[in-house]
């Protein structure tokens, strides 16, 4: 979901509920405040109901095999929470990955194999279990992180999510993955959830996107702000641009969030390309003629 899934809890304390509690607890309302809050999470809640379930589609294939060629496919990892996941999607190509896929595929002219370790309702401190879920050998050479909605709604104190991402982050660049990262969406476009809980809810996932961002490059990844590139859209077209329990994107919300992403992850594996490249070394030039032998 654009404001993510949560599996630890039924759907009834979810994202409404816990923003509601976090909200309180961030303004030290009084009773009658908390009160309205938590109201204003029980009709979101009754809006919001549970259509899309807890699965994804399976994305993970070789895309673009046309390109394949002598090269070895560009292993592309996908880690995070629903988003990453693709929940809103109905059909694979239209799931985040395999957007990214079939994108990265035409602009590099190479075939592109999706891995998906993503977990609905993962948290940044569960990022980690994902890594550990691969096999031992695999290394990427591209990573695309979407985390935060969920450490936003169980009210996970910011620096300590940060934290959680970087290390990750910096883990996989010590192994040669180019990283981006997708910083927290804006949780303010969730028109289900009434004012003022959604605006509560759209400043504390800005500040978490701040702080990931600074913690992603300080670890030496990129990151790429959702809430700035494509978060007007989510709030401008929120019929269209969310499916249908209006909380994960549709498949056009996953189209322009991939297309948002491409550039960076474009600029990012060119780089790398280019500080790992063996130099070249400039060509000898003669200075005299050899001498001939036996002449």
Request: hydrophobic residues 45%; charged residues 20%; proline residues 7%.
């Amino acid at each position: 979901m654009w404001c993510n899934g949560v599996v630890r809890t039924p759907r009834t304390l979810t994202v409404a509920g816990a923003l509601a509690a976090a909200a309180a607890t961030a303004v030290g309302l009084g009773y009658a405040g908390r009160t309205v809050l938590h109201r204003q999470a029980a009709t979101a809640r009754r809006l919001i109901g549970k259509p899309l379930g807890e699965d994804a589609p399976a994305a993970d294939r070789v895309w673009r095999r046309k390109h394949g060629g002598p090269r070895e496919p560009l292993e592309l990892l996908l880690l995070g929470d629903s988003i990453a996941a693709g929940l809103g999607a109905h059909r694979r190509k239209d799931t985040l990955g395999g957007r990214l896929a079939k994108g990265l595929g035409a602009e590099l002219g190479r075939a592109v194999r999706l891995r998906t370790a993503a977990v609905v309702g993962a948290e940044s401190s569960t990022l980690p279990d994902q890594l550990a879920s691969l096999p031992a050998a695999y290394v990427a050479d591209l990573a695309v992180v979407v985390v935060g909605g969920n450490d936003v709604t169980h009210r996970v104190p910011i620096a300590e999510a940060a934290a959680d991402l970087g290390g990750v982050v910096a883990a996989m660049r010590a192994r040669g993955t180019v990283v981006v990262v997708g910083t927290c969406p804006d949780l303010g476009a969730l028109r289900p959830v009434p004012q003022p809980l959604r605006t509560l809810g759209s400043r504390a996932s800005r500040q978490l996107a701040r702080a990931q961002e600074a913690a992603v490059v300080a670890a030496g990844g990129q990151a790429v702000s959702l809430a700035r590139v494509v978060g007007p859209l989510f709030h401008a077209e929120p019929e269209t641009m969310f499916a249908v329990d209006r909380f994960h994107p549709s498949a056009l919300g996953y189209r322009r969030t991939a297309a948002a992403l491409l550039p960076t992850l474009l600029r990012a594996l060119e780089h790398q390309a280019r500080d790992t490249a063996p130099p070249v070394l400039p060509p000898t030039t003669r200075t005299s003629r050899a001498p001939r032998i036996g002449s």
